[in-house]
């Protein structure tokens, strides 16, 4: 039966007929694996997200976790769901051989992830953040820390967050206050509170391992002050068990409009209640070096954003595969030829305006689904591609990319989610439909992790110009070799997107040519609109050209979404290019008081 | 303790199912294989037993190229081992020939017991469990709901009407196992790697050594008749409730016989 889920032959497709992530196999760190590997663990993953994820999912919602005043209870069916997620060993799939991992590659694990994303965002959530602690930890912590700390969460038995926002330094980490004290054993003290912490405090594992931004005496100012320290709920003794109780306290948790049964935390460290050795302060470990927190944060930072991409399409995509289904199962009204009024009903899929919802809501959510996937593979490609220079591309690519891999699914696979309720008309709108819980959950995706005006920033005022453009260079390359092969039905989309993204260039050089930051942060925004479906549109011309040849529904579906966006969507952006050349100031000069 | 468990591929069990017009057989092709769902359940009892006694667990599976999805699965989740008979002889077996191959595959292994779902959810017959103990003339324990193994002797509990029957038989036996009984595990991340490793012999008509007369359609003892599409669903009765509702209610079930 088709899943409402997710969509296990558009999976399938970008995969195998587009990706060609059985290539990969070939390699050295991906040679135990097969297409039979590949196939299995999105099969374990559909089956997980079907039994033990979307069951509690309006559960989880409805009974957000519950503060006592002391501790924080989550309803049980999200235990056991993590419990059946942690034996499958999912957790440590993608991760190196040598730490337990099974090599999986990214854009498979990715993938799979979506399902369990699609069914169920705030319980996978737990798992997902634990995972990119471990990476953060694999990546810049000492060995001792990898054996104390990340081998019990790949086993599921710790979970881990990352403590960054205060509630005075949200956006702006350079105001971050958190103190840490170097102690005569080589520990810290750290004293401070943390806001927006997910997962911050819960009955779910063993352990919490938080990762915290905090500053010592005498650092200096701004972010470039910030270092970064591991500090568990518990203590963990030499034998890895758990032992005293750390001075990290809740405080309180956040009730959000969405993602609910993922408890969002105010963590007080260092306050008082506890006294971890005998002394004050919560007691944490060094990751690194000092003052480089930052930099060692944005390894998590950045897995995290390509994350929320693809939460922001999963949710999406469920979405539309909801209201597809509505669409085709309920009758209301007639064609308006028809004036018979005692003629049978026919399906609201019928009807012209509800097709133009879902075919929109298909191009948004397949374009986004193909791109986060590409990133995925960017990160394969990064790691093991055989030269150096195809390594080194595809990280540049990557960070270029990330922007708009969180940002642009955050807006458009909201929109997705927008057109849900509308084809489910009155209906979308009450608690008995779960659309709108999709469009709540997935409103949080354009604020955490760098909300999307940090996203269009982090573009056009960093990635877009670094190297001296190299990132925007190589996309520009990328983006038409794809136009270069556009031939036949494709050849004028190929022009389109050619000139979209010589445009791109174009604007790009005229917004930095008085290297006026005001400029700059008035139009990065609308900058990363334009960009966004340069991108998308680049990930339809692919997907179209990957039918070439091929007939059937699937297909003829997959080229009617690409021509959908290149007709409607990709000639929005003229406009907006225009408006990109005048490099207006209105955003930065406006005095405050007109607003 | 050496267990096999029988496991069948089948259409996806929540999908719309359809019987082909030119042979009236179930359209195969319309829709996703997967492992019987009952299956997975005797699957996990059979790695339970050994957990807890020890030995080893085989897949014995009879069907097309496409059945190694299914075995392969089963594999994942723990079993060490499988046997996959397919040829292209055996389409259109019915349930005796399906028990004729089994039996055929499972005879002189020195297995101690064998373990079926109660049912496969296209098929529903339920007989083959038994049909396969009189062939190799073995006791048999059927839908069980709880298993206990001590020494050679294997006692179940079968969930009757009203009352819980306790049976027991000495090894080797034939068990068949109902969903009650446990709650199947996922195949694990490091059980789908191993997997690819674990010997999977695969035998045909000829190996096993069967008359290709025996089985297959040429070889089934029923056929598929007839066949009609589902009526479609009518409109519902509507009762308006002026004072009358439950009387109305009561007498439409004694009409429909249904009381």
């Known amino acids: 039966m088709k899943s409402r889920i997710m969509s296990e032959q558009d999976l399938a497709f970008l995969l195998y007929e587009w990706l060609d992530v059985e290539a990969l196999t070939s390699r050295p760190r991906y040679r135990e694996h097969s297409r039979e590997t590949f196939d299995a663990v999105m099969e374990l993953s559909r089956e997980l997200a079907e039994q033990d994820f979307a069951p509690h999912n309006r559960l989880g919602d409805t009974h957000e976790p519950h503060f006592d005043g002391t501790d924080v209870h989550v309803i049980p069916e999200v235990a056991k769901a993590l419990a059946a997620f942690a034996e499958s060993g999912l957790m440590a799939a993608t991760l190196d051989a040598e730490v337990g991992g099974g090599q999986l590659p990214q854009v498979v694990g990715r993938a799979a992830s979506t399902w369990l994303q699609a069914a169920n965002i705030a319980t996978i959530t737990y798992p997902a953040l634990s995972v990119a602690n471990a990476n953060l930890l694999l990546a810049h912590g000492s060995a001792e820390q990898v054996e104390r700390f990340v081998r019990p969460i790949i086993e599921g038995r710790f979970f881990g967050t990352m403590c960054l926002s205060e509630p005075q330094a949200g956006s702006s980490l350079a105001d971050v206050v958190t103190r840490a004290v170097l102690q005569e054993d080589g520990t810290y003290r750290l004293f401070g509170s943390k806001m927006w912490i997910s997962a911050g405090d819960h009955d779910l594992s063993e352990n919490i391992v938080h990762l915290v931004l905090a500053r010592t005496p005498g650092a200096p100012p701004g972010v470039k002050g910030l270092s970064l320290f591991i500090v568990p709920k518990f203590l963990v003794n030499d034998d890895g068990s758990c032992g005293e109780r750390n001075d990290v306290v809740l405080a309180g948790v956040n009730h959000k409009m969405g993602y609910r049964g993922t408890v969002n935390t105010i963590l007080n460290f260092g306050e008082g209640t506890y006294q971890p050795g005998g002394g004050q302060g919560a007691i944490g470990t060094l990751v690194g070096e000092e003052h480089h927190g930052l930099a060692y944060m944005f390894h998590m930072m950045n897995e995290a954003r390509v994350g929320v991409g693809a939460a922001a399409v999963a949710l999406g995509y469920t979405g539309y595969l909801h209201a597809l289904d509505y669409a085709r199962n309920r009758p209301q009204g007639r064609p308006a030829w028809d004036k018979d009024p005692s003629s049978p009903q026919v399906p609201i899929i019928r009807h012209a305006d509800v097709r133009r919802m879902l075919l929109a809501s298909k191009s948004y959510v397949e374009g986004a689904l193909a791109l986060v996937l590409f990133a995925a593979l960017l990160l394969d490609e990064q790691l093991t591609a055989e030269t150096s220079d195809a390594r080194d591309e595809a990280a540049l690519l990557l960070d270029v990319l990330t922007p708009i891999v969180k940002a642009w699914p955050s807006q458009w696979c909201l929109k997705a989610n927008d057109y849900a309720i509308q084809v489910h008309g009155g209906y979308g709108y009450t608690r008995e439909y779960p659309v709108e819980q999709f469009y709540r959950d997935n409103r949080l995706n354009a604020i955490h992790e760098g909300t999307d005006g940090i996203q269009a920033i982090d573009l056009l005022g960093r990635k877009v110009v670094m190297q001296s453009g190299a990132g925007l260079r190589a996309l520009h390359g990328r983006i038409s070799a794809t136009c270069a092969r556009a031939d036949g039905d494709l050849a004028a989309y190929g022009q389109a997107l050619q000139d979209a993204i010589n445009r791109i260039g174009g604007v790009t050089m005229a917004l930095w040519a008085d290297r006026d930051p005001r400029i700059a942060l008035s139009n990065s925004s609308l900058y990363a609109d334009a960009l966004g479906h340069v991108v998308i549109a680049w990930m339809w011309l692919e997907q179209m050209q990957a039918c070439a040849g091929k007939s059937g529904a699937f297909y003829d579906g997959k080229r009617a979404a690409g021509a959908y966006f290149f007709d409607f969507e990709l000639p929005r952006i003229g406009p907006t290019l225009d408006l990109l050349q005048r490099c207006d100031t209105t955003f930065s000069d406006l005095d405050d008081a007109c607003l | ?259």
């Open chain 2, 1 to 259: 303790m050496k267990i096999a468990v029988c496991v069948k591929q089948v259409p996806d069990t929540w999908a719309e199912k359809r019987l082909r017009e030119s042979d009236r057989r179930l359209d195969r092709e319309s829709a996703d294989g997967v492992l019987n769902e009952l299956d997975e359940y005797a699957v996990e009892e059979a790695l339970r037993l050994v957990e807890a006694h020890g030995g080893e667990v085989t897949i014995v599976s009879m069907g097309p190229e496409r059945a190694a999805e299914s075995v392969r699965k089963a594999l994942s989740m723990g079993a060490d081992a499988a046997i996959h008979v397919s040829d292209d002889g055996l389409a259109g077996s019915d349930a005796l020939a399906t028990s004729l191959v089994l039996a055929r595959a499972l005879d002189g292994r020195d297995f101690d017991v064998v373990i079926f779902g109660s049912e496969s959810t296209d098929a529903r017959m339920s007989v083959v469990p038994a049909m396969v103990a009189e062939r190799l003339g073995w006791a048999m324990l059927t839908f069980a709901q709880k298993v206990d193994v001590d020494g050679t002797t294997v006692a179940i509990e079968r969930a009757g009407d009203g009352e819980t029957v306790s049976v027991r038989a000495s090894m080797p036996v034939v068990l068949s196992v109902v969903e009650k009984i446990n709650e199947p595990r996922y195949p694990s991340f490091k059980g789908i790697m191993a997997a690819k490793k674990k010997p999977v012999e695969s035998l045909d008509i000829a190996s096993l050594g069967l008359d290709a007369a025996a089985v297959g359609a040429s070889g089934a003892w029923s056929e598929v008749a007839d066949f009609a599409a589902r009526p479609a669903k009518a409109a519902g009765t509507v009762v308006t409730d002026e004072g009358d509702g439950g009387a109305q209610v009561a007498s439409y079930l004694v009409e429909q016989k249904l009381i």
